[in-house]
């Protein structure tokens, strides 16, 4: 038996982008298409911070969780 009780079990990390962020999207490709060479270098570097940000961001929150779930385990009041 595997340790995958359910078998959607990641399930709610899939993104299903609307269509508003579909249409986004490509308006957004578009516009880096028909731009100059300087606006896209620009578009890379906000992306690329914006990336580094986010990470942190995650980092620290499953950081954090995990702190959260070993101060339950060690009170008795987490998952077993």
């Not at 516009?31 to 906000?46: F, I, N, R, Y």
């Amino acid at each position: 038996m595997s340790a995958d009780t359910s078998p959607h079990w990641g399930s709610w990390m899939v993104v299903q982008p609307s269509l508003e962020a579909e249409l986004e999207l490509e308006r957004g490709k578009r516009a880096l298409q028909a731009g100059s060479a300087a606006d896209v270098l620009t578009m890379a570097m906000k992306l690329w911070r914006l990336t580094i940000h986010q990470d942190a961001i995650i980092r620290g929150a499953v950081r954090r969780i995990a702190e959260l779930e070993a101060q339950a385990a060690l009170s008795g009041s987490g998952p077993l």
